[in-house]
């Protein structure tokens, strides 16, 4: 299924191994994958693996159009933040993308709206493409409320930065009702989102890739890739598997 419209745009397909994996289990999904994704291709890759593979996964994609991506970043630059890695870390180890705001850091770690904006700021400032993830629970969701949950996410990061500098950041809508439960938003939830998201970014409304994140699997992904206003996904489990994630890839790059 081709979609119109977003010519500007390149699909944008990103696994986020979370805290799964061992340097043998790792070592044996990237060479699958790479095998998988040789040549040219019009939609980029990105594999988010646990910070202390990052220099071992870059070691074998380096030569592959598949990029380094964190799962995290630290808001401050260096210091007394016992655990934490900064941007300017991962930059070093040739990260080129650092998801921020996942669901599972704001519910975990109780990370704020705000704590994720200041976040924001030091992945650009160290050069990194923040991947910025926004999304409402499943109560917010009944009680009509998820609208104005994602408005005020993206309002805390426009109002330490501004709307211009998402020229070089990616959105991530990932309702939390739908990570790692199977469930999928329909393709008519998802569109709603995504049109309100490109509403609030203004100028640069045609311009953000905006992806969907929950339950992709190999069967849905085509559906929803189909969406004028999806440019791709964030996946969790569907990228520990080579041949599903490689499926995922290849309906973006259609
Ligand atoms: C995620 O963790 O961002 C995610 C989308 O997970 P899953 O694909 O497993 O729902």
């Not at 977003?6 to 397909?13: E, G």
């Not at 969907?212 to 085509?222: D, H, I, L």
């Not at 890739?225 to 790059?253: H, P, R, T, V, Y």
């Amino acid at each position: 299924m081709k979609k119109t419209g977003n010519a500007k745009r390149r699909q944008l397909v990103v696994g986020n191994w979370k805290m799964n994996g061992n340097q043998q289990f790792n070592a044996e999904l990237l060479a699958e994958v790479i095998a998988g994704w040789q040549g040219e291709h019009g939609a980029d890759v990105v594999i988010c693996p646990p910070n202390p593979y990052l220099l071992h996964t870059h070691e074998r994609i380096f030569d592959s159009s598949i990029y380094l991506g964190a799962q995290n970043v630290s808001q401050y630059e260096s210091g007394a933040y016992t655990g934490e890695v900064s941007a300017q870390m991962l930059a070093e180890l040739h990260c080129k993308f650092v998801i921020i705001g996942h669901n599972e850091r704001r519910r975990l770690q109780g990370e704020t709206d705000e704590q994720v904006a200041q976040k924001f700021v030091a992945a650009q400032q160290a050069n990194l493409i923040p991947i910025l993830c926004i999304g409402e629970s499943l109560a917010q969701r009944e009680n009509g409320q998820h609208l104005d949950v994602i408005g005020r996410q993206l309002e805390a990061v426009f109002k330490c930065v501004g709307r211009d500098v998402f020229v070089n950041a990616v959105v991530a809508y990932e309702p939390v009702w739908a990570v790692g439960t199977g469930k999928t938003a329909t393709p008519q939830q998802a569109h709603e989102v995504h049109r309100f998201i490109r509403e609030q970014l203004g100028n640069l409304a045609e311009e953000v890739r905006i992806l969907y994140g929950g339950s992709v699997k190999a069967s849905n992904a085509e559906q929803l890739f189909a969406l004028s206003d999806i440019d791709g996904a964030l996946l969790g489990g569907a990228s520990l598997d080579a041949k599903e994630f490689l499926k995922i890839c290849e309906a973006a790059d259609k």
